[in-house]
Antibody, heavy 125, light 106 residues
């Protein structure tokens, strides 16, 4: 059974830092690109960051670029999100998700197939 | 960034109804379009990938169609488990962007 378990969320003051973790089991973690997606209370889904299986490509949403750092440890089957200079608008449930690719006649279309249950980050004074 | 617009924002339906919702991309994305279901307090669940491919384990009452800019998710006969919010998402460009969701209510 595939499991992605996020941890590390909590209450933090504006300007503070937090490190989220996502522990994977039941999959060949080192083969997957991984993503963080967040959802503010009562709002829709927002992609945050992605990292390829061997760390060669990393991307961020403009809203977090320069403040958040995505990383992974394939030996520990774990994904991380270091969040610095946190703002009230970063308050959200943060999900980790695997990224799979579908071969459409030589064109690779990606999608998020496995998701964790999420961890809540609240930024408030 | 590619903007994804879903309609309607919400809809009321009954068990057994045929439900259709749409997603429009601000620019052409071929079939780089995925659909997710999210029940309250739960993680999103992949339903359809690459516009029309049913994810393993997803009931066949769900189907997707479309290409370029316009896409549709159809539930052929709504079941009680299907009352949820549905999101489309494009994977043609980074940043990956989601629609704002369509909430299916009783």
């Amino acid at each position: 059974e595939v499991q992605l378990v996020e941890s590390g969320g909590g209450l933090v003051r504006p300007g503070g830092s937090l490190r989220l973790s996502c522990a994977a089991s039941g999959i060949s973690f080192s083969s997957y690109s991984m993503n963080w997606v967040r959802q503010a209370p009562g709002k829709g889904l927002e992609w945050v960051a992605s990292i390829t299986s061997t760390n060669d490509y990393i991307y961020y949403a403009d809203s977090v670029n320069g403040r958040f750092t995505i990383s992974r440890d394939n030996a520990k089957n774990s994904l991380y999100l270091q969040m610095n200079s946190l703002r009230a608008e970063d308050t959200a449930v943060y999900f980790c998700a695997t990224e799979e690719y579908y071969d459409s006649r030589g064109t690779y279309i990606s999608y998020f197939d496995y998701w964790g249950q999420g961890t809540l980050v609240t930024v408030s004074s | 960034d590619i903007r994804m617009t879903q309609s309607p924002p919400s809809l009321s339906a009954s068990v057994g109804d045929r439900v259709i919702m749409t997603c429009r991309a601000s620019q052409t994305i071929s079939t780089f379009l995925n659909w997710y279901q999210q029940r309250p307090g739960k993680a999103p669940r992949l339903l359809i990938y690459a516009a029309s491919n049913l994810q393993s384990g997803v009931p066949s009452r769900f189907s997707g169609s479309g290409s370029e800019k316009d896409f549709t998710l159809t539930i052929s006969s709504l079941q009680s488990d299907d009352f949820a919010t549905y999101y489309c998402q494009q994977s043609y460009f980074t940043p990956r962007t989601f629609g704002q969701g369509t909430k299916v209510e009783i």
